[in-house]
């Protein structure tokens, strides 16, 4: 069974770093891509960065690109998302997700999310 367990959300003040973890299980984790996804509140889902299964090839939201890093160690069986400079407009429930490939296509295991606030 595909188990993802996100972890490391917490409030942070604006302009702070963060980074998230998300431990995979119950699959060849290093024969997907991964991605991650966020849901503020009131609002639907916003795909947020992606990387192949090797972690050579990432993929960013435009609003993300040069505050977020993704990335992976296949050893650990983690996904990781740095974020940096963060804004109020980051908060949001940031889930991971497991793709149904080894480059990004489209997800077919998510976890439950972990809740980043940024706010003074």
């Known amino acids: 069974e595909v188990q993802l367990v996100e972890s490391g959300g917490v409030l942070v003040q604006p302009g702070g770093s963060l980074r998230l973890s998300c431990a995979a299980s119950?699959?060849?984790?290093?024969?997907?891509?991964m991605t991650w996804v966020r849901q503020a509140p009131g609002k639907g889902l916003e795909w947020v960065s992606s990387l192949s299964w090797n972690g050579a090839i990432t993929y960013y939201a435009e609003s993300m690109k040069g505050r977020f890093t993704i990335s992976r160690d296949n050893a650990k069986n983690t996904l990781y998302l740095q974020m940096n400079s963060l804004r109020s407009e980051d908060t949001a429930v940031y889930y991971c997700?497991?793709?149904?490939?080894?480059?990004?296509?489209?997800?077919?295991?998510w976890g439950k999310g972990t809740l980043v606030t940024v706010s003074s």
């Open positions: 997700g497991k793709d149904v490939r080894g480059v990004p296509v489209g997800m077919d295991s």
């Open positions: 119950g699959f060849s984790f290093d024969d997907y891509a």
